[in-house]
Nanobody, 124 residues
Framework: QVQLVESGGRVVQTGGSLRLSCAASGRTFGSYAVGWFRQAPGKEREFIARISRSGGTTYYADSVKGRFTISRDNAKNTVYLQMNSLKLEDTAVYYC?????????????????WGQGTQVTVSA
């Protein structure tokens, strides 16, 4: 079992930056690939980024490529999502998820564990 807790969400102005954290407890965090997803009101859950178990491989959705960076510190059992140049359309609840797969997936169905989410609101 892995328990995930997201933090760092808040209200930020357009063009600003935020860093979200996903803290894990339970079994060895380095045994899990991690993905970040987001869900805006009335929309489906959207893949944002994923990182492999070692942190050596990352993958991003086109909508955030060049603006967001995913990273991890397995010694601290934490995955981060650095978000720069935020846009109004980045407003959503952001979730992290973990899977035993090596590289993770862009499909939410492939993840076994989810956090409760953290709200990011980008204002004009």
């Amino acid at each position: 079992q892995v328990q995930l807790v997201e933090s760092g969400g808040r209200v930020v102005q357009t063009g600003g930056s935020l860093r979200l954290s996903c803290a894990a407890s339970g079994r060895t965090f380095g045994s899990y690939a991690v993905g970040w997803f987001r869900q805006a009101p009335g929309k489906e859950r959207e893949f944002i980024a994923r990182i492999s178990r070692s942190g050596g491989t990352t993958y991003y959705a086109d909508s955030v490529k060049g603006r967001f960076t995913i990273s991890r510190d397995n010694a601290k059992n934490t995955v981060y999502l650095q978000m720069n140049s935020l846009k109004l359309e980045d407003t959503a609840v952001y979730y992290c998820a973990a899977t035993p797969g090596v590289y993770g997936s862009s499909r939410p169905q492939q993840y076994d564990y989810w956090g409760q989410g953290t709200q990011v609101t980008v204002s004009a």
